[in-house]
């Protein structure tokens, strides 16, 4: 009996051995799918995760705590568009003159993103990548700045700075059709060359799209890149009843409809996680939020006690909502507060993939994993910097310390904050830190010495208005 049970035994480890033998290794984790939403004007505080009371956004927090919330998150610039070239190129935007908002005019070729500068999707296309942005493009009207022709693969949106949100309001053919400033508000959107008619409201749209472009690369088993650039909650504030109705206890009209607006961009996010997680790509995806600027004056955002708005260098302007997930790697509910920049983005996603940036046009932004996995300690960046040509302001921040000259810097004196103990920039410390101050100037001198000068104008005689946004 015991014989006979020895050898039922060794026959069953025989088997195990077999089966453990044969069962194939677990594949190596392909390239990650990026997915970036990046929202227009969205104060500090008006997400979950910072602190928001009265506009719920569940989703975008979700980001945030199966990731990690940089409380000091910043953008390279305090408006739109230079701070979009910055985030699409990973380098500071003055390093080619971008120093303002481009032409509308489509018969501007010098007004956009110079040709010669790559962008996160040409870039990407060195491994194989499939991109697409959904949007908002702000890169220039002109052909020669097309979507299509700077390494994306596929476009759904509008090439201006910003849009009507309900389609009824959607009535011009093109941007040929536009006579006075703003109309080109009321222009069709485009889906690579041609033009879409839609009937929903444009926030709704454009997540639409996004899901249906990432359906159809997994159904390819195709890694891909996804920038999705709302225009929401950038003005005019324009909302339908379905998200108005939500806010029954937000009195001031303008805050219903911006709640209203930032509501329709979170139903958006819990659109696309819900779409990686049926796709099964959900832990090979890097999800990033963030603003492409602090809140605006204009659209009843809120900057919380952070000092200034959109177009200032104070923490309003430049300190944006910022969240980062991927889901196996980086570790949840993480709380980072070293000061961060919307360029790592371009060095995080090229880092995984390891690819090679021309030496003539190196990053400028830092691959952060390492710092979010634990295997890099400190701040990633020494320095980060700001400069508004236009105005002659400028700033920079080392450690706590941050020198800026948020007006003209030949008519008004430097002022010297300690972000650590004074995030809101109410006390100017530089008569006690002289020394450190003329520091940070020397610094910002010799940064800005490589920078250039603005390529394109703001205005075109009697043309002005095509150049304002």
């Not at 509501?263 to 997680?277: F, M, N, Y």
């Not at 959900?282 to 004056?297: A, I, K, Q, W, Y």
């Not at 980086?330 to 919307?342: E, G, L, R």
């Not at 634990?374 to 920079?396: S, T, V």
């Amino acid at each position: 009996m015991k014989a006979k049970v020895s050898f039922i035994a060794l026959l069953l480890l025989s088997v195990i051995g077999i089966v453990s033998f044969e069962k194939p290794e677990k594949k190596k984790q392909k390239q990650p799918n990026l997915v970036v939403i990046m929202v227009d004007d969205m104060g500090w505080e008006d997400v979950g995760f910072n602190g928001c009371k009265d506009i719920p956004t569940p989703n975008i927090d979700r980001i945030a705590n199966e990731g990690a919330r940089f409380q000091e998150g910043y953008v390279s610039f305090p408006v739109c568009g230079p701070s979009r070239a910055g985030f699409l190129t990973g380098r500071y935007q003055d390093r080619f003159g971008f120093t303002t908002n481009p032409s509308i005019d489509p018969n501007n070729p010098t007004s956009g993103l110079p040709v010669e500068e790559e962008t996160m999707a040409q870039v990407l296309k060195k491994a194989d990548y499939n991109s697409a942005i959904i949007g908002k493009w702000h890169m220039g009207t002109h052909p020669n700045f097309h979507p299509l022709k700077r390494g994306f693969d596929y476009f759904y949106g509008f090439l201006s700075g910003g849009h009507h949100y309900l389609p009824e309001l959607i009535t011009l053919e093109d941007l040929s059709q536009v006579t006075k400033k703003w109309e080109w508000y009321s222009t069709k959107l485009r889906e690579n060359y041609g033009k879409v008619e839609i009937k929903d409201y444009l926030t709704d749209e454009l997540t639409d799209a996004s899901i249906r472009y990432i359906k159809k690369q997994t159904e390819k088993d195709q890694h891909f890149m996804v920038y999705l650039a709302s225009n929401a909650p950038h003005g005019p504030l324009e909302a339908t009843e379905k998200y108005l109705s939500r806010f029954p206890n937000i009195e001031n009209k303008r805050r219903k409809t911006y709640a209203a607006m930032v509501s329709a961009v979170d139903d958006g996010v819990g659109r696309i996680l819900k779409t990686l997680e049926e796709e099964g790509i959900d832990e090979n995806t890097l999800v990033v939020f963030l603003s492409d600027n602090g809140g605006s004056r204009k659209n009843a955002s809120n900057n919380g006690s952070l000092r200034g708005f959109k177009t200032d260098l104070f923490e309003g302007g430049v300190r944006v909502p910022f969240a980062m997930r991927w889901k196996g790697v980086i570790p949840a509910n993480q709380n980072i507060t070293h000061p961060i920049s919307s360029l790592d983005i371009m060095a995080t996603i090229v880092a995984q993939n390891g690819i090679k940036i021309n030496k003539e046009r190196p990053l400028d932004g830092v691959d952060l994993i390492p710092y979010l996995t634990g295997k890099k300690k400190g701040a990633p960046h020494d320095y980060l910097f700001w400069r508004k040509w236009e105005q002659n302001c400028m700033a920079i921040r080392q450690g706590n310390l941050k020198l800026l000259a948020n007006k003209n810097q030949e008519q008004n004196p430097t002022e010297l904050y300690d972000i650590a103990s004074d995030p809101n920039e109410t006390t100017d410390v530089k008569a006690q830190n002289t020394a450190e101050a003329d520091k940070l100037m020397e610094k910002w001198i010799g940064w800005n010495s490589e920078m250039k000068d603005r390529v394109f104008p703001t205005l075109n005689g009697d043309q002005w208005w095509k150049y304002l946004d």
